[in-house]
């Protein structure tokens, strides 16, 4: 069996609402994703995983400035496979083809420009009754439904134990 780390949501970018100080070489908020980042690689690397997905939005906006460019050279990435879906914030428009996810495409890593269907057998554990508009088990699985289709390997993600 594989093992993997997901991460999605990075944000990378200059500065944010609430982050926009400046640090030693780039900007405070840069140097935090790079400690971020470097930190969940090194985890792959020490947990034994073989392969990296980043399920979107790795970067905040579609065109990268040079300083969030050059701050991506300082992340320790992971000597493993890296697989990068194009995220929302990533595009400038519904053509996926140009993104900012470029730069990583250059470097080796691998991107997902297209939709991708992706079977897990576990959400159809939930599924909906046929006749009605409400599910089998009468529990609302759209509000936060993404949390179910990781809930039945949670014992072996990273191999992290989780006392209930």
């Given at each position: 069996?594989?093992?993997?780390?997901?991460?999605?949501?990075?944000?990378?970018?200059?500065y944010s609402s609430i982050v926009r100080g400046r640090g030693r070489k780039y900007s405070a908020r840069l140097e935090n994703l790079i400690k971020s980042?470097?930190?969940a690689e090194g985890v792959a690397e020490e947990r034994g995983c073989d392969a990296i997905f980043c399920l979107g939005d790795f970067f905040d906006k579609p065109?990268?400035?040079?300083?969030?460019?050059?701050?991506?050279?300082d992340v320790e990435w992971a000597k493993l496979s890296h697989t990068f879906l194009v995220g929302n914030h990533e595009i400038e428009d519904s053509n996926a083809r140009y993104s900012s996810v470029e730069v990583l495409e250059d470097v080796g890593f691998n991107i997902v420009r297209d939709p991708l269907f992706v079977p897990i057998d576990e959400l159809n554990l939930y599924s909906w009754k046929e006749d009605k508009n409400e599910p089998e088990d009468g529990h609302d699985h759209t509000i936060n439904a993404d949390q179910y289709s990781w809930l039945p390997y949670k014992d072996k993600i990273g191999g992290t134990e989780i006392d209930e």
């Open positions: 069996m594989s093992k993997i780390l997901i991460y999605t949501d990075v944000h990378w970018s200059t980042v470097s930190w065109t990268l400035n040079a300083e969030e460019i050059s701050a991506l050279n």
